[in-house]
């Protein structure tokens, strides 16, 4: 078996967002494909339009306790809490990798404080990175996280700061966990964005009867998958039609349908995430859906589905 | 190199108490796959349930293309698996093979392969390539009771014509004394590992597959007889493939993935 490539097509399928040149509208979620090495079997990397790392703190995390999963209905819960093993590994192993599989390539930059956001970005500066992803919405972590992206000056403090530290493609990824979505979208914007990603997972909690447990150690989790679909269509419908920054739609994209519907809604690109778990060949299986979508309904330009919703 | 593939059910058959028996046809699996190495399995008919389940392949049959695996039903992913039968219209999928399997010393003469209920399955292979090897292998099983030995009558089979210097069958204990010893498979590897010193051939590698406390239990006799010792750790797994992080094992040399950096570990790598 060799590793799976998206099918030729005519329809052109390159988007920008927001500087970052995609040579199609589908990336990885962070945190559900690590830097790509573990899926090389499956799929060829550089064949997406781009690959979004797990998140990278500074100094390196060790994570949450296990048990870190759940399944639930249609999705699943996580609470890894950011394990990872720094910025200098990423930069030493990861990255090298993506440049010589020619894959375009997005860090997600973690921190515990304002200032770890700022000396991640300056520690990936002179490394071969096309855009990064603020992740400003992990709701695993203590400190840093969803706490950051929950509170309007927070979120304006964060991006102008990483805005200040880099002239690359500046994605800031949003978290569901709001009253109102918009308001954290249009501070991002406002700040610096160039493009803002969402959603982030939904905050949720599963219990074992038997054992009147928590079945994640930590209690609560991020929920994701299939499930999350719906709640991550509407948020994106919402912000696109807030902001005028492009938006990386995400949240239970498992398909070519789903990913044409985050388009529809006003997404220029999609991230597959949990579903590279059901199927390690998701991405460019979502890849082909779209192809076969636009071919059949005569889109000559992946770009003409950005936010062509009737309504 | 991994791969994806489609798995038709030969075969799916009830052989003890919630266990049961799943021939699969997969011959890329069948011919590559190393003892201890494991298959991540797409169910079919439970879409709800979007996650994979990871299993230990029990034997395979490379000339057939076929591979077996020994389930327990615990939940509702197994429960499901029992309703899978030739012919479905939907296979189960595979990704595999997976991770770093056993791996006996290079000059192991003499093993003791230790399986605490279904963990039976997962030695098996290894016990095979041992005796293939020459090697003098000891088998210790343990069960709730003697329905639950599934797999020891396929150990007694080969072990009988193998030559090997101690019993010519499992030792074999169970929790309600039906057969063998009564009570837990520990006090057979005290044993064994006594025997095997007094007569001047130690035993020079030892492979526990079971519940965690048996593994952790085994490891510390392991440890006292100075023995070379691997245990096969299984943690909730995403996807299988050492991406997630969901299935990590505390080790002394930090938390690693049970999928790709095991399922095999040294015992003396885990954090007990």
Same mark, same amino acid.
């Given at each position: ?22 040579? *199609? ?37 060790? $994570?949450?306790?296990? =048990?870190?999963?759940?399944?639930? =209905?249609? #999705? ?23 440049? @010589? ?9 973690? $921190? ?67 009253? &109102? ?9 406002? !700040?610096?964005? &160039? ?13 074992d009867v038997k054992r009147r447990r928590p079945v994640l150690a930590r209690v609560v989790g991020g929920f994701s998958g299939p499930a999350v679909k719906p709640v991550a269509l509407r948020m994106v419908w919402q912000c696109s039609k807030t902001v005028s920054v492009p938006i990386l739609g995400m949240g239970g994209v498992t398909t070519g349908t789903d990913a044409v519907e985050f388009m529809l809604a006003g997404a220029t690109a999609v991230a597959v995430g949990t579903a590279n778990f059901m199927n =390690? ?14 071919? /059949?309904? #005569? ?13 | 190199?991994?791969? &994806? ?26 011919? !590559? ?18 996650? %994979? ?10 000339? /057939? ?12 992913? !197994? ?29 192991? /003469? ?8 279904? #963990? ?32 020891? /009558? ?28 009564? $009570? ?12 095997? *010193?007094?007569?001047?051939? =130690? ?28 245990? !096969?750790?299984?943690? %909730? ?12 094992? @505390? ?5 690693? %993935? ?15």
């Amino acid at each position: 078996m060799a590793a799976k490539t998206p099918r030729e097509t005519s329809v052109n399928l390159v988007v920008n967002l927001g500087g970052l040149t995609m040579k *199609n509208p589908v990336t990885t979620a962070s945190g559900t494909f690590a830097a790509g090495m573990e899926y090389s079997d499956f799929v060829d990397v550089s064949a997406l339009g781009a690959v979004t790392t797990k998140g990278v703190s500074l100094n390196g995390w060790e $994570g949450n306790a296990s =048990p870190r999963i759940a399944e639930v =209905p249609s #999705g699943m819960l996580n609470s890894i809490g950011l394990q990872n093993p720094g910025v200098v590994h990423l930069k030493s192993e990861e990255l090298p990798w993506l440049r @010589e599989q020619g894959a375009a390539t997005i860090v997600n930059v973690s $921190g515990h404080s304002f200032d770890e956001y700022v000396q991640v970005i300056e520690a990936l500066e002179d490394a071969p990175v096309d855009a990064y992803e603020v992740n400003i919405s992990c709701p695993n972590v203590d400190a840093g996280g969803m706490t950051l992206g929950t509170h309007v000056p927070s979120v304006e403090k964060v991006v102008s700061l990483c805005r200040e530290a880099t002239s690359r493609p500046l994605i800031v990824k949003l978290t569901p966990n709001v009253t &109102d979505i918009t308001e954290i979208a249009r501070a991002a914007e406002a !700040s610096g964005a &160039d493009a803002i990603s969402l959603i982030n997972t939904l905050l949720g909690m599963a219990i074992d009867v038997k054992r009147r447990r928590p079945v994640l150690a930590r209690v609560v989790g991020g929920f994701s998958g299939p499930a999350v679909k719906p709640v991550a269509l509407r948020m994106v419908w919402q912000c696109s039609k807030t902001v005028s920054v492009p938006i990386l739609g995400m949240g239970g994209v498992t398909t070519g349908t789903d990913a044409v519907e985050f388009m529809l809604a006003g997404a220029t690109a999609v991230a597959v995430g949990t579903a590279n778990f059901m199927n =390690p060949q998701a991405t460019v299986d979502v890849i082909d859906g779209i192809i076969d979508y636009c071919e /059949e309904q #005569g889109v000559n330009d992946v770009n003409d589905l950005i936010g062509a919703l009737e309504c | 190199m991994m791969v &994806d593939i489609t798995a038709p059910v030969l075969d799916n058959h009830q052989v003890g108490p919630r266990l049961h028996l799943m021939t699969l046809s997969a011959p890329e699996i069948a011919s !590559s796959i190393k003892p201890g190495q494991f298959v991540h399995m797409q169910i079919p008919g439970m879409e709800g349930h979007i996650l %994979r389940r990871p299993f230990s392949v029990y034997a395979t049959y490379v000339s /057939e293309g076929t591979v077996e695996i020994l389930y327990q039903v615990v939940g509702f992913g !197994s429960e499901r698996m029992t309703k899978l039968a030739p012919g479905d219209e939907v296979a189960p999928k595979l990704i595999g093979p997976v991770g770093h399997g056993w791996a006996a010393p290079e000059k192991c /003469e003499r093993a003791l392969l230790v399986g605490g209920g279904v #963990g039976a399955a997962p030695l098996y292979l290894l016990f095979e390539q041992l005796v293939a090897a020459g090697v003098d292998v000891t088998v210790v099983l343990g069960a709730q009771t003697e329905a639950a030995l599934v797999c020891r /009558e396929r150990y007694a089979r080969v072990l009988s014509t193998a030559g090997c210097c101690a019993e010519n069958a499992p030792l074999c204990a169970t929790d309600d004394g039906t057969f063998g010893r009564a $009570g837990f498979c520990t006090s057979l590897v005290d044993d064994a590992v006594s025997e095997a *010193n007094a007569s001047g051939k =130690p035993f020079d590698y030892l492979a526990v597959c079971g519940p965690e406390p048996l593994m952790k239990i085994v490891s510390g006799q392991a440890a006292q007889a100075n023995i070379p010792c691997q245990v !096969s750790m299984e943690k %909730r797994m995403a996807c299988g493939v050492g991406a997630c992080l969901s299935c990590v094992v @505390e080790t002394v040399h930090g938390k690693k %993935r049970s999928c790709v950096d095991g399922p095999v570990f040294d015992a003396q790598e885990v954090a007990w």
